[in-house]
């Protein structure tokens, strides 16, 4: 298995190398790709040191699968060229993510719509993943009307640049700002380009993403997104209204059999999901579990994950491993 990593010098993509590595995905040729800037430089991947190539001589060498973390313009130009020249691209950006011709993909929930057709699958926002993950199997349970959702975002699901900016404040050290305004004891309700709405694009990723996951636009979303000062690790506060009743107990034993999901819940031993517990791991982690007592057939739960992880990387490379497992690449 030819593999290309495409913008292996970012945040996302060094945890994609990681992931990878840790699940010992089938790589017989492994390209590493970036900007011109990068090219010539080294990187270590099990051991061994690849030197970077730039993006023509990645799609020269057709590879089967590449997994793109390079932004969406570079997405929007390459990820075509790559598909032309018959590789299978999964996206990391947002895209081709509400393309109607493209497949969004959380693997536990959809990946059995894959075909060898699908030459540019993307992979949803990291706030998204963690959302339907927990959302999904409620979803076929209880039937969701509405969800109101505030996230709590790691500065990580910025970038590096807003990670240095926490790091230089928590220092004590002026330098370059990736925030309009400190992050540092803030936080800041804009994730994301504000639109004409007055929602930011992060909000509206919240809303739609999973209608398109799920195939179904009958229920609807409202979103909240904000910027704390954590360097890993989005957090979740979620409201779900179901057409049908619940009970709480059922409620936590389908979560709990929900792969890829794991319930920590239980309010006497202060046990609720945290982003430092989350961090390196691959688990969507559910807690907080209680019944809204304002209306009927109403949910509040709280959900962590590590947004490098399978907010992004890991689940790009779950998505590789469906498509090896199934030999549509």
Known sequence: MKVAVVGATGMVGEVMLKVLAERNFPITDLLLVASERSVGKKLTYKGEEYAIIGLADAVEAKPDIAIFSAGGDTSLEWAPKFAEAGTTVIDNSSAWRM????????????????????????????????????????????????????????????????????????????????????IGRNAL???????????????????REPQKILNDRTFSISATAVRIPTSGGHSES?????????????????????????????????????????HDKDEVFVGRIRRDETQRNTLNMWIVADNLRKGAATNAVQIAEYLVANKLV
Do not use: W
């Not at 640049?161 to 990736?178: T, Y």
């Not at 049908?244 to 006497?268: A, K, W, Y």
């Open 99 to 182: 393309d109607p011709t493209k497949k969004l993909v959380v693997p536990e929930i959809n990946a059995d719509e894959l075909t060898t057709e699908d030459k540019i699958i993307a992979n949803p926002n990291c706030s998204t993943i963690q959302l339907v993950m927990a959302l999904a199997p409620l979803h076929d349970k209880y039937k969701m009307k509405r969800v109101v959702i505030s996230t709590y975002q790691s500065v990580s699901g910025t970038g590096i640049k807003a990670v240095r900016q926490l790091e230089n404040e928590v220092a004590g050290i002026e330098g370059e700002m990736a925030y309009p305004y400190p």
């Open 189 to 207: 309700p804009h994730c994301d380009v504000f639109l004409e709405n007055g929602y930011t694009k992060e909000e509206m990723k919240l809303a």
């Open 238 to 278: 979620v409201n779900v209204e179901f057409y049908n009743d619940f009970e709480l107990n059922e409620v936590r034993q389908i979560l709990n059999n929900t792969s890829g999901v794991t319930v920590q819940d239980n309010p006497d031993t202060n046990t609720y999901p945290m982003p430092i517990y989350a």
